[in-house]
């Protein structure tokens, strides 16, 4: 298979991963099209040689496609594309194949686009990729030019604009607290087997500065290692196994999570990132100027 070949086929397989994305993020399948076929000639002009996750990187590309296409749209002063209904809209795209104008259309209610269509891009980029396509905030950063705190802000507002309206998610939401609670009672038993059947294989965890010092006061004690960046399942298990005693699931920034709050004041935050029922992304948090700008509800006990 040559060079070419490869490219085409690997592009083809994430095609439709890409057309969802960037429907949610313009709300009209054949802007989204646009933009996927936009992807598609980056891709050949760009150098792919060192890029390891080209799924990533393409998600990445039609992002900031997306974003471009929004930031024009307002600057031209347009009416929202979404006020027009879905189905109607699909039904324009004449060169895509009907069933699936359908089904790409029905998976986010014309409400829920509405709404989108109300928050500034980089909210709309934010909420898009992380609520509903599970991409962590440290690869949402750079895309909105922000720092990873500031892409969270982005996305925690954005949420709360979002709220009341029936929001289609990759994520199932009670498979998610089952996730949640399965890893709380885990990482507290120091159940290693357990945490890597819900630890994805190439799970991140990053914490902050303080929760490392934390981690490392508490060596001399047995307490596992913590750095502030660590990838692999099974070295991610071995720095949570025993480390979550007391924590409590809790809503952060409006999505659920865990916190650790002895005394009813949280004093560290779990924040999770769950693709297909696995947990991809955690960062630990502990950095009380951090943990005062987030939006914290304690659902347990």
């Given at each position: 298979m040559d060079d070419q070949t490869w490219?085409?086929?690997?592009f083809e397989s994430q095609r439709g991963q890409l057309r969802a994305v960037a429907y949610r993020m313009l709300g009209s399948v054949s802007?989204?099209?646009?933009?996927?076929?936009?992807?598609?000639?980056?891709?050949r002009r760009a150098d792919t040689g060192d890029v390891d996750n080209?799924?990533?990187w393409l998600t990445t590309v039609v992002s900031r496609?997306?974003?471009?296409?929004?930031?024009s749209r307002r600057s031209r002063r347009e009416e929202p594309l979404?006020?027009?209904a879905p189905d109607a809209t699909a039904g324009q795209a004449a060169r895509s194949d009907p069933e699936r104008e359908a089904v790409l259309a029905d998976s986010v209610g014309p409400?829920?686009?509405?709404?989108?269509?109300a928050l500034t891009p980089p909210e709309r980029l934010a909420f898009v990729l992380h609520d509903m396509f599970g991409v962590p905030f440290d690869e949402i950063a750079p895309i909105v030019e922000r720092s990873p705190s500031a892409a969270r802000q982005l996305a925690s507002r954005a949420r709360r604009r979002v709220r009341g309206v029936d929001v289609a998610t990759d994520v199932d939401l009670g498979r998610r607290h089952e996730v949640v609670s399965a890893f709380i009672a885990a990482a507290r038993d120091g159940d290693f087997d357990e945490l890597l059947t819900l630890l994805d294989p190439d799970v991140v965890l990053r914490a902050d500065a303080a929760v490392v010092e934390a981690a490392t006061a508490r060596q001399a004690e047995g307490a596992p290692t913590v750095s502030r960046l660590m990838r692999g399942a099974p070295t991610v298990a071995?720095?949570?196994?025993?480390?979550?005693?007391g924590a409590q699931r809790a809503l952060i920034d409006g999505a659920l999570g865990a916190?650790?709050?002895?005394d009813g004041r949280p004093r560290a935050v779990f924040d999770f990132t769950i693709v297909d029922g696995r947990i991809v992304a955690l960062e630990l948090l502990a950095d009380p100027q951090h943990l005062a700008q987030l939006e914290i509800t304690i659902l347990d006990g």
């Open positions: 490219l085409t086929e690997a802007e989204a099209d646009d933009a996927v076929q936009e992807a598609w000639l980056r891709l080209l799924g990533g496609v997306c974003l471009d296409m929004l930031r979404s006020d027009i409400a829920l686009l509405v709404v989108l269509d071995k720095a949570l196994a025993g480390r979550a005693r916190v650790w709050a002895p």
